[in-house]
T-cell receptor, first 109, second 109 residues
Framework: GAVVSQHPSWVICKSGTSVKIECRSLDFQATTMFWYRQFPKQSLMLMAT?????????EQGVEKDKFLINHASLTLSTLTVTSAHPEDSSFYICSSRAFFGQGTRLTVV | GESVGLHLPTLSVQEGDNSIINCAYSNSASDYFIWYKQESGKGPQFIID?????DKRQGQRVTVLLNKTVKHLSLQIAATQPGDSAVYFCADVTNKLIFGTGTLLAVQP
């Protein structure tokens, strides 16, 4: 299957700082990527759809100024959690087509 | 609204037994589904998919059944092994990739 690589796999940051998560498609071009958030023992919640060369589409209730998405090339989408707070601590996962990255564990202290 | 849900949050089986994980969906227009396996701290892993023009699809040790009349999916795992222990999700991939609640499969040796 297609390979999606996500980096970093985990990150710890201080409250108020911003964190960038990268999602790369390694063996195919991805015009669309999806970003999810997952809390412990819960399902994946779709946050936004990242579109190459245009603005991301956010799901209801997701703050676009809080979770900045950039999809500048056909192989890379980034999610930046701005002014992170402890409640932003979660597992963030990207996907393209039906395949997922390894996920990023974000801990805000 | 659209939703995909699971009947059983936890399933415990003996090694070597067959496992059946169920999933219900609400959108009668949904026509493409994927089953994923997620191990702790990792992204979801594609297991098997099925389209609405089929009612059964088999893979290696796994079978997915689709009953469009009652909007129900199931994943059957034959001869369950300890390595099958994980959370299993069904996902409606018709438009966006919407995940169900998830079932934790615990395989007892």
């Amino acid at each position: 299957g297609a390979v999606v690589s996500q980096h970093p796999s985990w990150v710890i940051c201080k409250s108020g700082t911003s964190v960038k998560i990268e999602c790369r498609s390694l063996d195919f071009q991805a015009t669309t990527m999806f970003w999810y958030r997952q809390f412990p023992k819960q399902s994946l919640m779709l946050m936004a759809t990242s579109n190459e060369g245009s603005k991301a589409t956010y799901e209801q209730g997701v703050e676009k100024d809080k979770f900045l998405i950039n999809h500048a090339s056909l192989t890379l989408s980034t999610l930046t959690v701005t002014s992170a707070h402890p409640e932003d601590s979660s597992f963030y996962i990207c996907s393209s087509r039906a395949f997922f990255g390894q996920g990023t564990r974000l801990t805000v202290v | 609204g659209e939703s995909v849900g699971l009947h059983l949050p936890t399933l415990s089986v003996q090694e070597g037994d067959n496992s059946i994980i169920n999933c219900a969906y609400s959108n009668s227009a949904s026509d493409y589904f994927i089953w994923y396996k997620q191990e702790s701290g990792k992204g979801p892993q594609f297991i098997i998919d099925i389209r609405s023009n089929m009612d059964k699809r088999q893979g290696q040790r796994v079978t997915v059944l689709l009953n469009k009349t009652v909007k129900h999916l199931s994943l059957q795992i034959a001869a369950t092994q300890p390595g099958d222990s994980a959370v299993y999700f069904c996902a409606d991939v018709t438009n966006k990739l919407i995940f169900g609640t998830g079932t934790l499969l615990a395989v007892q040796p």
